[in-house]
């Protein structure tokens, strides 16, 4: 049998390295391929994941949403020598997911927080029932008015003076009581009644329907006489209304309303003008008022002087302002040597007229009036007897530019005018005005012209200037926290503060 030579088996050793390397090469080839095929998959795998990113950001967002935040909100309440708050469950967005219980500290005299406790700077529980969500709480002073979530009626009490809690009579209420409706209140206004022995009182109901009661002076309640009403009563003469509006010190009152259509009805007092009808005689019946263009928001300023002067303006469909009533300090931003009782266009100090204006803060005698336009700018005008919010030491002003980038204001309209802006998109309060009690909570307490930032604590978040006639207090939530500052009295406070500090 031949035996292989050793070059024989090199021969066959290069033929089996050869064959190696081309399965080699073949495989690599096949991987190659298989590389190249996967750009597809990896698409897919791609697509996948974002697609289960997404889902995992929706469930924890839905996670969040379902996150219960107990919170704090200020309420819509003209309080004297008070400060109260409502409990709120919010989501994260802050979305409100429940109202609770409403708290009342300080004075506690005409039975004004409804649980029949003495003065003191401890919250105490309005009693309201607690199987009920309210939403809001009106009134101040006097009488109260909570507002349900649903239902046709008000839980009210107070002590109700002259009726104005309107459940029949006169006598004080020291726990909340209800009274029905035939729909649902959307809305109550009760000026600020500085008056302990009157207030008046309206609500605009779903159906456009306004019912009326309490103090009834010079006609402020529409219905065709003087007289006060101790029920809440229809009043006949407005229907499809939209909103309302009462300027109220208790003894004299004008009340607005803007229908569905645009149009604006006014009654009560006019000595000065202010209904805008082209007489200077008080009004018992709305008086109804069209412009070339819709009625988008109407205010006046009553004083609580015995002469009660008192400036009406609105604002129309394209952004600008017509104002009526008293006007010898400028209060509609012209120069007039006597009061104006028909609806004028207001002017800034070039001459031109108001533009793309938001909200309005009108003022009457000695007072300073405001108008946010919608771009933040803030005009200031009138008397200025505390300043306008800039250097201007004269009187007497036209409109003019006095802040930019204000996403809101909180605005006292008599002569110790007081104003509080907040910054948008920002931690920053300004204020300016009268100051003697320390209520702006700048740290001092000086009058002040310009405009001064108030020391805010951490994660501020609500804040209200709460005036009522010479007296004030600054209040605000932060870090689901009652803060307040100036001067205590009754109660109102904790100590008297020219900072904001923890109630």
């Known amino acids: 049998m031949p035996t292989q030579t050793p070059q024989g088996e090199d021969s066959m050793e290069q033929t089996q390295q050869m064959q190696t390397l081309l399965e080699i090469k073949a495989e690599l080839g096949e991987l190659a391929k298989l590389d190249f095929d996967l750009k597809e998959p990896l698409q897919v795998l791609n697509t996948h994941a974002d697609s289960l990113k997404e889902e995992v950001e ?53 039975n004004n927080t409804g649980s029949g406790r003495a003065n003191g700077a401890v919250f105490s529980r309005v009693p309201l029932p607690c199987d009920i969500e309210f939403i809001e709480v009106f009134g101040g002073h ?13 839980y009210v009490w107070g002590s109700n003076v002259e009726g104005s809690a309107g459940v029949g009579n006169t006598t004080a209420l020291t726990l909340p009581v209800r009274v029905d409706f035939p729909a649902r209140v959307l809305k109550v206004c009760c000026g600020t009644s500085e008056s302990n022995a009157k207030q008046s009182a309206i609500a605009l109901l779903e159906n456009g329907l306004v019912y009326v009661c309490g103090s009834n002076t010079i006609g402020e309640l529409g219905v065709g006489n003087t007289l006060p009403l101790s029920a809440w009563t229809q009043n006949p003469h407005l229907s499809d209304i939209q909103d309302i509006f009462l300027c109220s010190n208790g003894n004299a009152g004008m009340f ?16 000065q003008g202010a209904c805008g009808n082209g007489a200077n005689a008080n009004l018992t019946l709305p008086f109804k008022l069209s412009f070339n263009q819709k009625v988008k928001l109407a205010k006046a300023s009553i004083t609580a002087s015995n002469a009660h002067y008192c400036t009406a303006m609105i604002v129309l469909e394209d952004g600008s302002v017509r104002g009526a009533g008293y006007a010898l300090e400028n209060n509609l931003s012209q120069s007039a040597v006597g009061n104006i009782n028909i609806f004028t266009t207001l002017l800034d100090e070039r001459g031109e007229p108001l533009s793309g204006i938001v909200d309005i803060f009108p003022a009457s005698i000695g007072g300073t009036a405001l108008a ?86 951490p994660a501020f978040k609500q804040y209200k200037l709460q005036c009522f006639g010479a007296e004030a207090h600054l209040v605000v939530i932060a870090d ?9 009295r009754d109660g109102s406070l904790k100590y008297t503060t020219p900072t904001l500090q923890k109630q």
């Open 58 to 110: 929706a469930n924890i967002t839905h996670a969040l949403r379902e996150v219960n935040i107990h919170s704090k909100r200020l309420l819509s309440m003209h309080l004297y020598r008070a400060l109260a708050y409502q409990d709120i469950i919010t989501n994260i967005k802050g979305e409100v997911l429940f109202y609770g219980d409403v708290y009342m500290q300080g004075l506690s005299v005409n």
């Open 142 to 154: 006097t009488t109260f008015y909570a507002l349900p979530k649903e239902g046709n009626f008000l």
């Open 256 to 271: 607005m309303a803007i229908d569905n259509e645009g149009a604006l009805y006014v009654c009560g007092h006019n000595q």
């Open 372 to 457: 946010l336009d919608c771009d933040g700018n803030l005009y200031a005008w009138g008397r200025g007897a505390f300043g306008y919010g800039n250097d201007n030491t004269a009187v007497n002003a036209k409109a003019a530019i006095v802040l930019e980038n204000v996403e809101s204001v909180q605005h006292w309209d008599r002569a110790n005018t007081r104003v509080v802006a907040k910054i948008k998109d920002s931690q920053t309060l300004l204020a300016f005005g009268f100051n003697t009690d320390g209520a702006l909570g700048i740290g001092n307490v000086l009058n002040t012209r310009i405009w001064q930032q108030v020391p805010l604590p």
């Open 480 to 488: 689901n926290e009652i803060y307040a500052c100036g001067t205590t």
